[in-house]
């Protein structure tokens, strides 16, 4: 059997969470200000596709109000943020494109990281929330850079060597992996592992796969998990569950990048 490092490694696509920052408060008060939630994400930035889009949901505690919501953006690590729009309902659910945030930070590249953020005002006290969008300009999808050979590495898995990605012939967004067995010494007699990219969020789901007959006295090694497709690098972040017919070891973390 394995010999595994159970410390876990979760992967987060988009959401990045920040400690309540108080913007001002010349009064001198504290823990009154009001924090609201941001979930249900959906859409991604394209680079050159102004019309790409996200969307989110915006939420506060039951029978909470607040004076004044805006949303701001800001790139990189510049954090000089920027008002793009009023919240003036709760729940909101709000729709940015390229273009907008574009019209207020000027030129974004690919690979450019644009961070939103909800910012309240209750009783003169203005604080951000604790939930932050970080959002990757991504690249137009192409399916020569999403195959090829890949570099495998899981902390948690303990694994680590060089794989194959192909394309589907008929489906540039269905990719075929191979070598995540073979790199643990086993034969891999069955596979390989389908995944399949969203052409619209490029989130990736791999289907149950068995990759081998035998693993360490056990039978019918497979993975199945989900993850992000980086459309500028071509990398892949996953989490794989991994099972045996005998033992289901849980969910692992892996990135494959280009060789």
Same mark, same amino acid.
């Given at each position: 059997?394995k010999?595994?490092?159970?410390?876990?490694?979760?992967?987060?696509?988009?959401?990045?969470?920040?400690?309540?920052?108080?913007?001002?408060?010349?009064?001198?008060?504290?823990?009154?200000?009001?924090?609201?939630?941001?979930?249900?994400v959906?859409?991604?930035?394209?680079?050159?596709?102004?019309?790409?889009?996200?969307?989110?949901?915006?939420?506060?505690?039951?029978?909470?109000?607040?004076?004044?919501?805006?949303?701001?953006?800001?790139?990189?690590?510049?954090?000089?943020? #920027?008002? #793009?729009?009023?919240v003036?309902?709760?729940?909101?659910?709000?729709t940015?494109t390229?273009?907008?945030?574009?019209?207020?930070?000027?030129?974004?590249?690919?690979?450019?990281?644009?961070?939103?953020?909800?910012?309240?005002?209750?009783?003169?006290?203005?604080?951000?929330?604790?939930?932050?969008?970080?959002?990757?300009?991504?690249?137009?999808?192409?399916?020569?850079?999403?195959?090829?050979?890949?570099?495998?590495?899981?902390?948690?898995?303990?694994?680590?060597?060089?794989?194959?990605?192909?394309?589907?012939?008929?489906?540039?967004?269905?990719?075929?992996?191979?070598g995540?067995?073979?790199?643990e010494?086993?034969?891999?007699?069955?596979?390989?592992?389908?995944m399949h990219?969203?052409?619209?969020?490029?989130?990736?789901?791999?289907?149950?796969?068995?990759?081998?007959?035998?693993?360490w006295?056990?039978?019918?090694?497979?993975?199945?998990?989900?993850? #992000?497709?980086?459309?500028?690098?071509?990398?892949?972040?996953?989490?794989?569950?991994?099972?045996?017919?005998?033992?289901?070891?849980?969910?692992?973390?892996?990135?494959?990048?280009?060789?």
């Amino acid at each position: 059997m394995k010999k595994l490092n159970y410390i876990g490694l979760i992967l987060t696509l988009i959401l990045i969470f920040f400690s309540c920052e108080e913007v001002k408060d010349p009064a001198g008060k504290r823990n009154i200000g009001v924090v609201p939630v941001i979930s249900d994400v959906t859409g991604i930035f394209i680079n050159g596709e102004p019309t790409s889009f996200i969307s989110f949901k915006i939420t506060l505690g039951t029978g909470v109000t607040v004076e004044n919501a805006e949303i701001q953006v800001s790139r990189q690590d510049n954090f000089e943020r #920027l008002k #793009l729009a009023d919240v003036t309902s709760f729940p909101a659910t709000v729709t940015f494109t390229l273009g907008d945030v574009a019209g207020k930070l000027g030129t974004i590249n690919k690979g450019e990281v644009i961070f939103l953020e909800v910012v309240t005002t209750k009783n003169g006290v203005t604080t951000r929330s604790n939930a932050s969008l970080a959002l990757i300009v991504y690249c137009e999808y192409n399916v020569a850079l999403a195959a090829g050979s890949y570099h495998s590495v899981s902390a948690d898995w303990n694994s680590e060597g060089d794989i194959s990605i192909k394309a589907d012939v008929a489906d540039p967004y269905k990719v075929y992996v191979t070598g995540l067995e073979t790199i643990e010494g086993l034969n891999e007699d069955q596979g390989p592992l389908v995944m399949h990219i969203d052409p619209v969020s490029f989130a990736v789901t791999a289907d149950k796969t068995v990759l081998a007959s035998d693993a360490w006295g056990e039978t019918n090694i497979a993975y199945e998990g989900t993850g #992000l497709y980086n459309s500028c690098t071509g990398s892949y972040s996953m989490n794989f569950n991994i099972s045996t017919d005998q033992y289901d070891y849980g969910s692992f973390s892996f990135t494959f990048t280009r060789n």
